[in-house]
């Protein structure tokens, strides 16, 4: 990270050309606007000279952004202009000798193999945010290679856009390390594109508008479109077709479709195609100025695109605009334009001309509609977003660094509760961290442990453990050590190891159980503090799939005492009632823990919950097991309710229901110590039947927008953002022992 006291700045780099209008160029030009407004400086690198002006015109007069060429000019050159095109390598070259002399704040670029090379360079990969667009899709289209090159990028950047939800759950699927490090980047419509949709239904007294914008592309339907206002008249709707655009696409696939559709233009301009015109390539505000004046914007493409995990810029501007867009029905243009939307139709032109003319009784409905849907793609609105985003990633830090920053030591087995604090930690300015990482519960590089105790201002030991044991005998008087205890650790068997007086703070994630650890360990006299588990409940927060309230999820079914088949009991009374119910269990199967498939009861207890699933078939076929990985954001999105009927000594805190709650899932709790405490005691079912019935309510959308509200607000205070107060105490500087005398009041 950038430790400077100066302006905030971005770099930004797409691998697009900004001589050629379609949706890259535009994003770049977008972005460039969204980002003048939230850093001090903007500085975009271009991947070819600007020779047009067309895309670049609205970023051109803002007086926060610079442009720089390609090429670095020589000193003393006369500045040129070229259509040389930077390629990947050299563009990460370029973007590394820039970022040298800016000292960027954060690094965004768009294009794989671009990202590939930054993310290669250690120095901008710690401020690299990446915008993959191109993933193959399905996962099987994806090459070894490219899924390699996709995983490094990944890993080494600091953080990953996409599109859309479906395009995050997809890369957090394929690519595990972009899990809970990737941000939404939406396409965008400027604020004063939008218009106030007319109340006008039909057109009386003229043919109906139709208007389409864009590259012309064969599986863009843009040769297949222009027999609509033909087809139209076939169906008693007089109709006319403005096509805007200049980009012709070349399809490799199918080599005679390009002269094809060069042919159909020419005939256009010469008057042959009744009921169309081609007004050819504008600049963005002109063609919104022409789409506004349309009745239906054209946003129909090939059905070989309806998985494609990628929303439409210009069918966002055509709602935008006041004019409702005629709409492939796939996943994502449901997601946002609704499943009533009236303008969708098949991959045929026939399929196109019969849905416009059944949607004209309605259009002034499907106006209106549509606009209020894109409302939250408007650029003002986009730009909070990305605030925090970058405010969160530590682009547009709270305090920029006063002072040393205290050097702490994290010494762990397991990171998996602690990961949004090491975030945090990661990109303040007030720590500088090293990991002394544990390979087992007892096992450690003692010489490494050794060293990295010698740099460390404060130790802290997550778990309770022979770590703690390790470092209480070796600190240094000089030195903080702070432990975090959660709850196996309270009957381990190396207290008698640990030096107690050597523990400046004891860490707890629950108020009940540090009463009960201080009273079984005796550790009350200890400076203590109670720090919940931390969520990213901005990651968290995604809508849900359709169908999820007929899911529910457990997060870790193991040990027993997790009480998996309470869950099962609760599944079958709810198909007692409504057959469409679903159990996820999601993590790892027993037998991968040796240590509790070693322990008899244990197994069979599991034996006998898996001969109860062999001889039920209803529930055999209604229970669903998910194999452990990192993207529990994306795995809520389809989930309306999580589990906790764990009994009372297999909890400390239960993250796995709080990560639900953010998701916006129900929460259903058995009874037991902290339950009410901590979640409230309005989420204890006390009966089979209390459970049952409340997830049996959520099948009407008012409760379940009701539920999905209150349990966000519930789980809001565990942010980290909420809890790195604490923690800064917590691991704050030992005050030297000198100063602490020089702050002692005179005797007299």
Not at 55 to 63: E, G, I, K, N, Q
Request: proline share 7%; with cysteine; glycine share 6%.
């Amino acid at each position: 990270m950038p430790l400077h006291d100066g302006p905030q700045r971005v770099l930004l780099y797409g691998d697009v050309s900004p001589n050629i209008t379609d949706g890259s160029s535009i994003w770049l030009a977008t972005m460039a606007q969204i980002l003048s407004g939230i850093f001090d400086e903007v500085h975009l690198l271009l991947k070819e000279d600007d020779v047009t002006g067309r895309v670049l015109m609205p970023v051109r007069d803002l007086p926060n952004v610079t442009f720089h060429p390609p090429l670095q000019a020589r000193p003393g050159a006369e500045p040129s202009s070229s259509r040389e095109s930077l390629p990947p390598r050299r563009a990460a070259q370029r973007i590394a000798g820039l970022a040298g002399s800016i000292e960027p704040d954060a690094i965004v670029t768009r294009g794989t193999d671009v990202a590939a090379f930054v993310s290669g360079n250690d120095a901008l990969a710690q401020v690299h945010w990446a915008y993959i667009t191109d993933l193959p899709y399905p996962a099987d289209r994806l090459s070894t290679n490219n899924l390699t090159k996709l995983q490094r990028i990944t890993e080494r950047s600091h953080r990953m856009f996409a599109q859309t939800e479906d395009a995050r759950s997809y890369l957090e699927s394929i690519a595990p390390a972009a899990a809970g490090k990737t941000v939404l980047l939406t396409p965008t419509v400027p604020d004063q594109f939008f218009a106030e949709p007319t109340a006008e239904d039909a057109p009386l007294g003229r043919p109906l508008r139709l208007v389409y914008s864009g590259k012309l592309a064969r599986n863009w339907r843009t040769l297949e479109m222009l027999d609509l206002p033909r087809l139209l008249g076939e169906l008693g709707v007089e109709a006319e077709l403005a096509v805007i655009g200049d980009k012709l696409q070349v399809d490799p696939s199918a080599p005679e479709w390009a002269p094809s559709m060069q042919e159909a233009l020419d005939r256009v301009s010469r008057g042959d195609v009744p009921g169309v015109t081609w007004l050819g390539g504008m600049d963005r505000a002109s063609a919104v100025a022409q789409i506004s004046r349309a009745d239906v914007g054209i946003s129909w493409r090939s059905s070989a695109l309806d998985s494609s995990l990628e929303l439409s810029t210009k069918a966002l501007e055509y709602s935008a605009a006041g004019t409702p867009p005629l709409l492939n029905a796939s996943m994502s243009n449901r997601m946002v334009w609704g499943e009533d939307y009236p303008l969708y139709c098949h991959d045929d032109p026939v399929s196109a001309a019969l849905a416009i003319r059944d949607a004209l009784p309605v259009l002034a409905d499907a106006r209106r509609a549509a606009a209020a849907k894109v409302a939250p793609y408007s650029l003002s609105r986009s730009a909070e977003r990305l605030r925090t985003s970058f405010h969160r990633g530590g682009a547009l830090p709270d305090q920029r660094p006063t002072g040393v920053p205290t050097r702490v030591l994290v010494a762990s087995h397991d990171l998996k509760f602690f990961g949004e604090i090491l975030d945090w930690m990661e990109r303040s300015p007030a720590f500088e961290l090293r990991i002394d990482r544990w390979t087992k519960l007892a096992e450690h590089d003692t010489a490494a442990s050794t060293e990295l105790l010698e740099w460390a201002d404060v130790i802290f030991c997550e778990w309770a453990g022979p770590n703690l044991a390790w470092y209480s005998n070796h600190k240094k008087p000089h030195q903080r050590l702070v432990s975090r205890l959660h709850r196996f650790e309270i009957n381990g068997p190396w207290w008698s190891q640990v030096d107690i007086s050597a523990i400046d703070e004891m860490v707890y994630v629950s108020d009940y159980f540090r009463r009960r650890a201080e009273t079984a360990l005796g550790l009350g006299t200890l400076s203590s503090r109670v720090i919940p588990n931390a969520l990213d409940v901005l990651d968290l927060d995604r809508p849900k799939l359709p169908g999820a309230e007929f899911h529910l999820g457990m997060i870790g079914f193991v040990s027993f005492g997790k009480r998996p088949d309470r869950a099962l009991d609760l599944l079958s009374a709810l198909l007692e009632v409504d057959d469409r119910y679903v159990l996820h269990l999601k993590g790892r199967m027993p037998w991968e823990y040796g240590y509790e498939w070693d322990k008899p009861a244990q197994r069979h207890l599991y034996l006998d919950f898996f001969d109860r699933l062999a001889d039920d078939e209803r529930l055999r076929e209604h229970v669903v097991f998910d194999e452990f990985s990192p993207d529990i954001a994306s795995w809520l999105r389809g989930i309306g309710t999580v589990l906790s009927p764990s009994v009372d000594e297999f909890e400390s805190f239960h993250l796995a229901p709080a990560e639900g709650m953010a998701s916006g899932s129900a929460a259903v709790f058995w009874d037991r110590e902290g339950v009410a405490e901590l979640f409230g005691a309005d989420l204890i079912a006390p009966t089979l039947e209390d459970a049952r019935d409340r997830i049996l309510a959520l099948r009407s959308p008012e409760a379940r927008e009701e539920v999905a509200l209150t349990s966000r607000q519930r789980v809001a205070r565990w942010d980290i953002t909420m809890l790195s107060a604490a923690w800064s105490e917590s691991l704050r500087r030992p005050v030297p022992a000198e100063e602490t005398a020089s702050l002692a009041p005179a005797v007299s």
